[in-house]
């Protein structure tokens, strides 16, 4: 295998970061709109999210969901 083939690259189009957090496009798109997921950023013309924002972006909203489910248990 190949050292490219092994590289996982730290920034993701909008088709990789959707399928990165496991949602399709459009729900990413929703996210981005409502701020749960953030904007990305222009390189030339190629919009691209950095995978570690996306990874404090996730957590924060299973963080979230977590507190929802425990105020339901209350």
């Keep these: 295998m190949s050292e490219r083939a092994r590289v996982q690259p730290r920034g993701l189009r909008?088709?990789?970061?959707a399928s990165y957090v496991?949602?399709?496009?459009?729900?990413?798109?929703e996210m981005v709109r409502r701020g749960d997921m953030p904007e990305g950023f222009k390189v030339d013309s190629i919009r691209l999210w950095d995978r570690q924002d996306l990874d404090v972006c996730f957590g924060?909203?299973?963080?979230?969901?977590e507190q929802e489910l425990e105020d339901i248990r209350l």
Excluded: H
Excluded at 14 to 17: N, Q, S, T, V, Y
Excluded at 22 to 29: A, E, L, N, Q
């Design 22 to 29: 496991g949602v399709s496009p459009t729900k990413f798109d």
């Design 14 to 17: 909008r088709i990789e970061a």
């Design 60 to 65: 924060l909203l299973k963080d979230v969901a």
